[in-house]
Protein backbone atom coordinates (compact mmCIF):
# COMPACT_ATOMS: atom_id res chain seq x y z
CA UNK A 1 0.00 0.00 0.00
CA UNK A 2 1.31 3.71 -0.99
CA UNK A 3 -0.10 6.74 -0.18
CA UNK A 4 1.19 10.62 -0.78
CA UNK A 5 2.28 13.18 1.90
CA UNK A 6 1.65 16.06 1.16
CA UNK A 7 2.02 19.62 3.41
CA UNK A 8 2.07 23.04 3.24
CA UNK A 9 0.72 23.43 -0.43
CA UNK A 10 -0.18 27.41 0.87
CA UNK A 11 -2.87 27.81 -2.04
CA UNK A 12 -3.59 31.14 -3.16
CA UNK A 13 -0.01 32.95 -1.93
CA UNK A 14 0.87 35.83 -4.40
CA UNK A 15 4.50 36.04 -3.16
CA UNK A 16 6.05 39.49 -4.51
CA UNK A 17 2.72 40.26 -5.53
CA UNK A 18 3.24 38.48 -8.76
CA UNK A 19 0.85 36.31 -10.55
CA UNK A 20 3.56 33.89 -11.77
CA UNK A 21 4.75 32.59 -8.61
CA UNK A 22 0.68 32.37 -7.60
CA UNK A 23 1.04 29.92 -11.21
CA UNK A 24 4.17 28.61 -9.89
CA UNK A 25 2.65 27.22 -6.62
CA UNK A 26 -0.80 26.07 -8.56
CA UNK A 27 2.03 23.92 -10.54
CA UNK A 28 3.82 22.29 -8.41
CA UNK A 29 0.34 21.51 -6.77
CA UNK A 30 -1.11 20.30 -9.64
CA UNK A 31 2.54 17.97 -10.25
CA UNK A 32 1.99 16.31 -6.81
CA UNK A 33 -1.26 15.35 -7.77
CA UNK A 34 -0.83 14.19 -11.07
CA UNK A 35 2.19 11.77 -9.77
CA UNK A 36 -0.39 10.36 -7.14
CA UNK A 37 -2.38 9.77 -9.73
CA UNK A 38 0.31 8.17 -11.98
CA UNK A 39 1.50 6.21 -9.61
CA UNK A 40 -1.64 4.50 -8.27
CA UNK A 41 -1.48 5.72 -4.76
CA UNK A 42 -3.97 4.33 -2.21
CA UNK A 43 -4.78 7.41 -0.59
CA UNK A 44 -3.49 10.63 -0.31
CA UNK A 45 -2.99 12.78 3.16
CA UNK A 46 -2.68 16.86 3.73
CA UNK A 47 -1.49 18.04 6.98
CA UNK A 48 -2.16 21.15 6.99
CA UNK A 49 -1.87 24.77 5.47
CA UNK A 50 -3.76 23.68 2.53
CA UNK A 51 -4.58 27.37 1.80
CA UNK A 52 -2.17 30.27 2.35
CA UNK A 53 -5.46 32.26 4.24
CA UNK A 54 -8.17 31.22 5.92
CA UNK A 55 -10.61 33.13 3.44
CA UNK A 56 -8.65 32.30 0.13
CA UNK A 57 -9.44 33.61 -3.84
CA UNK A 58 -11.63 31.90 -5.65
CA UNK A 59 -9.01 30.11 -7.94
CA UNK A 60 -7.40 29.05 -4.89
CA UNK A 61 -10.82 26.94 -4.44
CA UNK A 62 -11.28 25.84 -7.52
CA UNK A 63 -7.72 24.56 -7.82
CA UNK A 64 -8.14 22.13 -4.76
CA UNK A 65 -11.76 21.37 -5.64
CA UNK A 66 -10.65 20.22 -9.10
CA UNK A 67 -7.60 18.29 -7.60
CA UNK A 68 -9.58 16.48 -5.31
CA UNK A 69 -12.22 15.38 -7.57
CA UNK A 70 -9.82 14.21 -9.66
CA UNK A 71 -8.35 11.87 -6.94
CA UNK A 72 -12.07 10.32 -6.43
CA UNK A 73 -12.62 9.82 -9.86
CA UNK A 74 -9.36 7.67 -9.84
CA UNK A 75 -10.43 6.18 -6.48
CA UNK A 76 -8.05 7.90 -4.34
CA UNK A 77 -9.30 9.10 -0.97
CA UNK A 78 -8.08 12.01 0.66
CA UNK A 79 -7.82 12.64 4.44
CA UNK A 80 -6.93 16.70 5.40
CA UNK A 81 -6.23 18.46 8.91
CA UNK A 82 -6.33 21.99 9.28
CA UNK A 83 -2.73 24.39 9.67
CA UNK A 84 -2.84 27.62 11.20
CA UNK A 85 -3.23 29.35 7.71
CA UNK A 86 -6.27 27.78 7.50
CA UNK A 87 -7.66 28.64 10.70
CA UNK A 88 -9.50 31.88 10.72
CA UNK A 89 -9.26 33.69 14.83
CA UNK A 90 -12.99 35.01 13.81
CA UNK A 91 -15.05 32.14 14.46
CA UNK A 92 -16.21 30.46 11.30
CA UNK A 93 -16.84 27.26 9.03
CA UNK A 94 -13.07 26.69 7.63
CA UNK A 95 -13.09 26.25 4.19
CA UNK A 96 -11.58 22.69 3.60
CA UNK A 97 -14.72 21.87 5.80
CA UNK A 98 -16.53 22.31 2.47
CA UNK A 99 -14.45 19.56 0.60
CA UNK A 100 -15.38 17.27 3.73
CA UNK A 101 -18.87 18.18 3.52
CA UNK A 102 -19.00 17.41 -0.46
CA UNK A 103 -17.41 14.15 0.61
CA UNK A 104 -14.48 15.40 -1.67
CA UNK A 105 -11.96 14.29 1.20
CA UNK A 106 -12.02 13.71 4.70
CA UNK A 107 -11.35 15.84 7.89
CA UNK A 108 -9.50 14.03 10.16
CA UNK A 109 -8.12 17.25 12.58
CA UNK A 110 -10.59 16.21 15.40
CA UNK A 111 -8.17 13.34 16.59
CA UNK A 112 -10.89 10.88 16.36
CA UNK A 113 -9.20 7.99 14.17
CA UNK A 114 -10.44 6.47 10.97
CA UNK A 115 -9.85 3.40 9.32
CA UNK A 116 -8.79 3.14 6.21
CA UNK A 117 -8.74 -0.85 5.30
CA UNK A 118 -6.54 -2.14 7.60
CA UNK A 119 -4.66 1.38 8.30
CA UNK A 120 -5.48 3.35 11.36
CA UNK A 121 -5.48 7.49 10.48
CA UNK A 122 -5.34 9.93 13.18
CA UNK A 123 -4.98 13.82 13.01
CA UNK A 124 -5.00 16.97 14.74
CA UNK A 125 -5.40 20.39 13.88
CA UNK A 126 -2.41 22.91 14.53
CA UNK A 127 -2.99 24.22 18.26
CA UNK A 128 -1.23 27.82 19.51
CA UNK A 129 1.26 27.60 22.11
CA UNK A 130 -1.62 28.65 24.97
CA UNK A 131 -3.02 25.30 24.04
CA UNK A 132 -0.48 22.66 23.54
CA UNK A 133 -1.37 21.44 27.12
CA UNK A 134 -4.54 19.69 25.69
CA UNK A 135 -2.07 17.30 23.67
CA UNK A 136 -0.96 15.74 27.05
CA UNK A 137 -4.48 13.81 27.65
CA UNK A 138 -5.21 13.50 23.88
CA UNK A 139 -1.73 11.75 22.52
CA UNK A 140 -2.72 9.42 25.76
CA UNK A 141 -5.73 8.27 24.05
CA UNK A 142 -4.42 8.02 20.61
CA UNK A 143 -1.72 5.84 21.98
CA UNK A 144 -4.00 3.63 23.31
CA UNK A 145 -5.62 3.60 19.93
CA UNK A 146 -2.45 3.19 18.35
CA UNK A 147 -0.97 0.31 20.41
CA UNK A 148 -4.65 -1.74 20.47
CA UNK A 149 -4.34 -1.74 16.27
CA UNK A 150 -2.54 -4.64 14.45
CA UNK A 151 -1.95 -3.11 11.38
CA UNK A 152 0.11 0.07 10.33
CA UNK A 153 -0.85 3.68 12.54
CA UNK A 154 -0.25 7.18 11.10
CA UNK A 155 -0.67 10.17 13.36
CA UNK A 156 -1.30 13.35 10.95
CA UNK A 157 0.00 16.25 12.52
CA UNK A 158 0.98 20.03 11.85
CA UNK A 159 3.10 21.14 14.18
CA UNK A 160 7.15 22.41 14.90
CA UNK A 161 9.47 19.88 16.65
CA UNK A 162 12.04 21.08 19.12
CA UNK A 163 14.83 18.72 17.82
CA UNK A 164 14.05 19.51 14.16
CA UNK A 165 14.17 22.93 14.27
CA UNK A 166 14.90 24.98 17.88
CA UNK A 167 12.81 28.13 16.70
CA UNK A 168 9.84 26.96 15.60
CA UNK A 169 9.26 23.82 17.60
CA UNK A 170 6.37 23.51 20.05
CA UNK A 171 6.78 20.04 21.26
CA UNK A 172 9.41 17.34 21.68
CA UNK A 173 9.38 14.21 20.05
CA UNK A 174 9.24 12.61 23.75
CA UNK A 175 5.64 14.43 23.95
CA UNK A 176 4.60 12.63 20.63
CA UNK A 177 2.41 8.50 20.93
CA UNK A 178 4.78 6.26 20.67
CA UNK A 179 3.12 3.38 18.85
CA UNK A 180 2.43 5.30 15.22
CA UNK A 181 4.35 3.71 12.58
CA UNK A 182 4.56 7.14 10.96
CA UNK A 183 4.08 10.84 11.59
CA UNK A 184 2.25 12.56 9.26
CA UNK A 185 4.00 16.60 10.06
CA UNK A 186 3.78 19.76 8.47
CA UNK A 187 4.40 23.12 9.27
CA UNK A 188 7.73 23.58 8.86
CA UNK A 189 9.12 23.64 5.44
CA UNK A 190 12.14 22.31 4.91
CA UNK A 191 12.12 18.75 3.71
CA UNK A 192 13.42 16.44 7.06
CA UNK A 193 12.86 12.38 7.49
CA UNK A 194 14.21 11.77 11.26
CA UNK A 195 13.91 8.27 12.96
CA UNK A 196 13.91 8.49 17.03
CA UNK A 197 14.35 5.50 18.93
CA UNK A 198 11.37 6.02 21.24
CA UNK A 199 8.60 6.33 18.63
CA UNK A 200 7.20 3.80 16.05
CA UNK A 201 8.13 5.30 13.07
CA UNK A 202 9.65 7.62 11.26
CA UNK A 203 8.88 11.24 11.84
CA UNK A 204 8.55 13.26 8.19
CA UNK A 205 8.05 16.60 7.57
CA UNK A 206 7.76 16.61 3.72
CA UNK A 207 8.15 20.51 3.43
CA UNK A 208 6.27 22.53 1.91
CA UNK A 209 5.53 22.20 -2.40
CA UNK A 210 7.24 25.33 -3.32
CA UNK A 211 8.91 28.30 -1.78
CA UNK A 212 6.64 30.45 0.18
CA UNK A 213 7.24 34.38 1.80
CA UNK A 214 8.78 32.96 5.18
CA UNK A 215 11.54 31.52 3.34
CA UNK A 216 14.74 33.32 1.94
CA UNK A 217 15.25 32.57 -2.01
CA UNK A 218 17.29 29.61 -2.13
CA UNK A 219 18.57 26.20 -3.95
CA UNK A 220 16.92 23.36 -2.44
CA UNK A 221 14.57 20.32 -2.69
CA UNK A 222 10.97 20.91 -2.60
CA UNK A 223 7.72 18.59 -2.96
CA UNK A 224 6.29 15.27 -1.42
CA UNK A 225 6.62 12.19 0.08
CA UNK A 226 5.32 8.78 -1.44
CA UNK A 227 5.13 6.32 1.22
CA UNK A 228 5.42 2.69 0.80
CA UNK A 229 3.84 0.84 4.12
Request: hydrophobic share 35%; glycine share 6%; aromatic share 10%.
Amino acid sequence: MIFSHISDTHLGLVQYHSEEREEDIYLAFNQAINTSIKDHVDFVIFAGDIFHVPNPSGKAIVVLANALKRLKQNNIDSFFILGDHDISRIRGVPVPWVYHNLDFAKYIGNGKPVLYKDVLIQGFDKKRKSEIHTFEEEFAKADSEAKNHKGHRILVLHQGISEINKFAGELNSTDLPKNFTYYAMGHLHDKELKKFSHLGGPLAYPGSIELTSSETIKETDKGFFQVDI
